[in-house]
C-alpha cells in the first residue's frame, strides 16, 4: 500500500510539473442567454392591407470567461463557439461574475457564473464572424456544443476547448 501511494504521488508530482508550464488557462466557462423583447410585436399591414405577423426575434447573447494563471500573458485571437469562427474582444475582469435571472414575478434574481478566484479572469466576446475555415486541429476538436478559444502564448497557437455551452434561463425585457 505504502508503495503503491509514493507511486501515485510521484506520478502527480510529475504531471504536475511538467503540464504546468504547458497550460496557462485553468478554466474556461461558457454561457448563453435568449433575452426577448419586452414590447409585444404586432402583426404588421403590407400595401395590399393584408395583415403578416411577425414573430418575436431572441437576442443570444454569449457570456464567455477565461480563468487563467496570474502573470501569464496570453493573447486570445478567435473564438470558435458551435462550428463559427469570430474575431475576439478581451476584457480583464474581476470576479464573481453575476447576471439577472428572472424570478418568481419577474423580479430579477442575482445567478452566478463565475465564483471569485485568485487567477486572472477575462471575458471573451465573439465579435466578427470568421470567413475562414478553421484550422484541422479545430476540426478534430469542434462539435455543435463546445467552443474552442485559439490563442498565443509564448510565440505558439494554442486552443482550449470548452466541452459544453450551458444554456441560461431566457430572460424577457418589460
Known sequence: MKKYFLMVTGLTSFYISVCQPNCPV???????RSTFP??????????????????VKPIITNFIYAEMKPAQTVKPTAIWIRGKGYTVEIEKTTGPVIVPKQGLGGTPIPDTLVKETKN?????????????????KISKKMNQKNVIIEYYWKG????????DIKNLPPLALQ
Open 26 to 32: 485553468v478554466k474556461g466557462y461558457a454561457f448563453q
Open 38 to 55: 419586452g414590447t409585444i410585436q404586432k402583426g404588421v399591414t403590407n400595401e395590399n392591407g393584408t395583415q403578416t405577423e411577425r414573430p
Open 120 to 136: 486572472s479572469l477575462y471575458r471573451i466576446q465573439p465579435k466578427n464572424l470568421l470567413s475562414e475555415k478553421p484550422p484541422s
Open 156 to 163: 505558439k497557437k494554442q486552443y482550449y476547448t470548452i466541452k
